[in-house]
């Protein structure tokens, strides 16, 4: 209907008009001495709740909604904002009574910027509604923190970012919309999906972040920016979790002018990264990283973000809990496990470059071929998935003929050797394990509700001139020389994004942000200052560098 969703009095008695508003009042009055919506909840699910007032601040501007049952037409609120003034109950009573009012929204104009955007910023508006703690919320902003945990909605290029459930709308349209009391702002996250989209049909409430994604930021859209302030630890100081062959700082490279860049999302605010920040958010949870090299250099650096590279000796080698520990005549572990006593933050990494699950053919012999099943996820994945809170899965460059063989890896389905041919080429069959990965994943994220799950896209290689064993090179230290932005919607790495549309585990696309840093890799220097008989390391990437950028944007989607 044109007009919005203007109601029209023509023809309806006065004294009809008064008295629902006299029944609104009343009922109104009577949820404040009595809130019956709570008793609709399970004894076990009851919640006292705080006294709210009845011209406390309820209401943030905007069109036709519901609120406990009642349709209540809300109303031009333009002249509350511009002079920061609270609404109540009281004045949308007097402006309902007018009959002057009429939705506000926005358009780009001038107001609009200058209104919507503040709606709710006093602080005790937001205060009569409960501040959230910082792990509870789908998205924040850079001033989160300064305003200890309040939140308010931030605009970017005539966009309103979603900032709590259900408080905002994330459409960007400017739209005006209500706040919801108390009530509707516990029960509401807890619904599923389904059921709380029935709820926002009812009550006439946007879709949020969060359930819906509506405005959900594309962080693999933006470019490079150079900043004085990073690198975000140094790769001197951080030998407690670095390794040695990927602390470029410690080899004979006198360049490091790559260091000196952040990543900024085009239409949207990448928070800070702060380290006790992350940990409190982080308190009394496990991250996992499970994937290849690569996403053991992920996890390193996460590991030096959390200490600001420093020395740490009050973290804990947790290792052993998850059975992360050196067999005899093994090389290394199959992974590490680090906890945070302060926070009870753990940070764990398991080696398992092709995702699927690795057993021994003839487990006595230790020569044998290993069966890889291509539709079984590790068993280290299988075991654990109960005690992760986050988890990082990565996989792509084992994909190959050399690797393969080399592990003595034999593809297996269903339990026995692969015999569809198709299947067995090295593409496919990488296609055939990462969807079964993602459908395996999805399909335990309902009995694991805390689990927050991202696949990591591919990272790219930069070999130039030849591959890595045929004299593939990568020599350039001049940064961003390639272009410092992204503009493409979707990402690079279109098979990965297609496994993983329709589930609810998030991308963590770093691919296209990856490609235009070439001279972030290891390159052919080495620890010990010469050159390592002319091979060159055009995969693996110097830290600090790219892979810091891209735990800030799993920290930012966490």
Known sequence: MKGGYNYRLIGKPISLTLAALVFTTILLWAWEKNPFADTLLLQGQRFTMPSIGLFAPQYVCGGFYFYFLLPIKLFNCSKFIKQNKKVTIKDFLGDFLNNSSKPMKTNGNAEGKDSFLNTVEDRKVVENFGTAPLDSMYAFSPRMQESNGIVTSLQTKGRTQCTRLPLYTGSGRGECRLALPPFMERLLP?????????????????????????AVCNYAKGRW?????RPLYSGFNCKQWLSQMWACRLTQRTDFSFEGYRWKPANCEMP?????????????????FIGDSLGRQ??????????????????QNVGKEYGLVKHRGAIRPDGWAYRFPNTNTTILYYWSASLSDLVPINISDRASDIAMHLDRPPAFLRQFLHRFDVLVLNTGHHWNRGKINGNRWVMYVDGKPNEDKKRAEIENAKNFTVYSISRWVDSQLPSHPRLKAFFRTISPRHFFNGDWNTGGTCDNTNPLAGGSEVVQEGSSDSVTEGAFKGTKIK???ITALSQIRDEGHISHYTIRGKGNAGINDCLHWCLPGIPDAWNELLVAQI
């Open 190 to 214: 807890s619904l599923e999906p389904e059921t709380y989209r029935s709820w926002a049909k009812a009550l006439a409430i946007t879709p949020t972040c969060g359930v819906f994604n509506c």
């Open 298 to 315: 992920q996890f390193q650096s996460l590991m030096c973000m959390a200490t600001g590279g420093e020395e740490n000796l009050e973290v």
């Open 507 to 509: 991308l963590l696309d």
């Open 272 to 288: 800070e990264f702060e380290r006790s920040a992350f940990l409190r958010r982080m308190q009394d949870k496990t991250i996992a």
């Open 225 to 229: 920016v150079a900043d004085s302030t």
